[in-house]
């Protein structure tokens, strides 16, 4: 069963001489557990007289051949009298109802109200005002998916398109200048709740800022020595000051996030919590400057240097965060540990740098003030701890054990009529014993046994590498 969360940008807009009407309609479509959808995917649009759909009006499916993280826009077009029971019914009713069903489904509940007034439908316009997926490849402009239409205009020599970015194409910058912008355009004067977020794939040479995306002025989101921070100019604090933390890797894609909401600035890297800096100063700071991303148009020093992929800007300050899965240990069939991951090679790690690790492990594994150790799980075989249950008493979570047999026996046996009892074999040293009582080629004979403690016992097995959530 797949969920929709309905992101209404209505503008059903008519003209008196034409009659004809405009919908443009956006939102994110997530499945049953919350996790965003992708590929093709069709929505059915319908306009009702009332919420229990009594009558409808009109109604129209379109086919979205690439659904980016779940988002989706669509302008349904062709609100005319020629297609309409009745246009009057549109324009002129006091209350319409919007029906949203996915890929041929039933609508989606509750259907939304929409108001209308003799020349335009009015509604809140949806949160995302801009998104780019740099899909084009080549040229000097990527479009925007949200059905904001601002469409970014590249400039410079600092940037270049690339056909490995996080989800098909993408753009790599230089660091020395350069990169896309929007025209300005007020769907991106975001006053009140604000999200940015990108995917990024950090190059170094940051040392100082390095702008992903924002618009000068009122909202930045960059990289400062690795990590991760916003900027946030408002009507009662006008200046650039750098807020917030967390750690963005060099040289694999990361996806970064930022809001505000008027008290806090908050970041995240890969869907997680790293750093909440009060920051009560209330509404953004308004101006016709343009969104960029790559870049600072006021500091040009302050370019990206890496590649970038999948932008958005929202008016919203949510991000969907799942569940922390800080100090997680995974088993990888690859070489290398994947983003949001380090190896589990007992290496000191600076608690600044990844505090949520920090926060699940602190100093279990060694490690004290600033610094902490992960632990070192090579050529380890791993083992659940007891936690009271009484099979491995004794154990504490990140105890290690060294390997260990049980004591071992041969069992008694005859020779010549001589019967011999059990003969102990200990895990350490060894047991000689005459078994055979002098029938055996004379009185002095023996046999020894003794374990082999030079090497461990194990099972078949593959070796895979050991990496741990940070």
């Known amino acids: ?6 992101i209404l940008a209505c503008s059903l807009a008519t003209s008196a001489m034409a009659g004809d009407a405009l919908l443009r309609h956006q939102g994110r479509m997530l499945d049953s ?15 009702y007289d009332d919420a229990s759909a009594t009558t409808l ?3 129209k499916t379109y086919a979205i051949p690439n659904v980016d993280e779940g988002y989706y826009a669509v302008d349904v077009t062709g609100l005319s009298a020629d297609n309409l029971t009745d246009l009057d019914d549109v324009i002129g009713a006091d209350a319409l109802y919007l029906g949203v069903a996915v890929d041929g489904t039933t609508d989606l509940l509750p259907r939304q109200r929409v108001a209308s007034s003799a020349f335009g439908m009015t509604g809140s316009r949806g949160p995302v005002r801009g998104s780019w997926t740099f899909e084009e490849g080549s040229g000097a402009t990527t479009t925007d998916q949200s059905g904001e239409r601002n ?27 350069g990169g896309f912008q929007t025209a300005s355009d007020n769907s991106l004067e ?30 930045l989101m960059g990289i400062n020595s690795g990590q991760l921070q916003a900027a946030i100019w408002t009507d009662s604090r006008s200046t650039w000051e750098w807020q917030g933390g967390g750690f963005v890797p060099l040289n694999q894609w990361t996806h970064v996030s930022v809001t505000y909401d008027g008290f806090a600035i908050r970041t995240f890297v890969n869907q997680e919590l790293t750093s909440m800096v009060p920051y009560a100063h209330g509404t953004i700071a308004a101006n016709s400057n343009p969104v960029s991303i790559g870049q600072r148009l006021d500091a040009p020093t302050e370019s ?43 290496s000191s790690m600076d608690a600044a740098t990844f505090p949520g690790l920090y926060g699940a492990v602190g100093n279990t594994y060694g490690g004290s003030g600033t610094t902490f150790s992960v632990p070192d799980l090579r050529g380890e075989f791993l083992r659940a701890a007891d936690d ?18 049980k004591t071992f026996s041969v069992a008694g046996f005859q ?16 047991n000689t014993t005459y078994p055979f009582g002098g029938k055996w080629e004379g009185p002095g004979n023996r046999l020894r046994f003794q374990w082999d403690t030079t090497s461990e016992i194990r099972p078949r097995n593959v070796a895979l590498l050991s990496c741990i959530k940070y």
Not at 38 to 45: K, L, M, N, P, Q
Not at 310 to 327: C, E, H, L
Request: some cysteine; aromatic content about 8%.
């Open 415 to 430: 020779s010549g009529g001589y019967t011999h009892g059990d003969v102990l074999i200990p895990k350490t040293g060894y």
């Open 388 to 405: 009271g249950r009484g099979v491995d008493s004794g154990r504490s979570v990140g105890s290690a054990q060294a390997q260990d047999w």
């Open 304 to 346: 990206f240097n890496g590649r970038i992929d999948d932008v958005r800007v929202a008016a919203a300050a949510q991000v969907r965060q799942g569940p922390s899965m800080s100090g997680m240990v995974g088993m990888f069939a690859g070489t290398s540990c994947p983003a949001g991951w380090v190896k589990a090679d007992g």
């Open 190 to 219: 975001i006053r009140d709740d604000l999200t940015l977020e990108a995917w990024v794939y950090r190059l170094g040479g940051d040392s100082s800022p390095m702008a992903v995306v924002g618009k000068e002025n009122s909202y």
């Open 57 to 59: 009006l009109w109604q």
């Open 1 to 6: 069963m797949r969920l929709l969360t309905t």
């Open 151 to 177: 469409t970014m205009t590249g400039s410079g020599a600092g940037y270049g398109w690339i056909t490995q970015g996080h989800t098909g194409n993408g753009v790599q910058f230089t660091g020395t200048g």
């Open 33 to 47: 557990v919350g996790d965003p959808l992708g590929g093709a995917h069709s929505i059915r649009v319908s306009l």
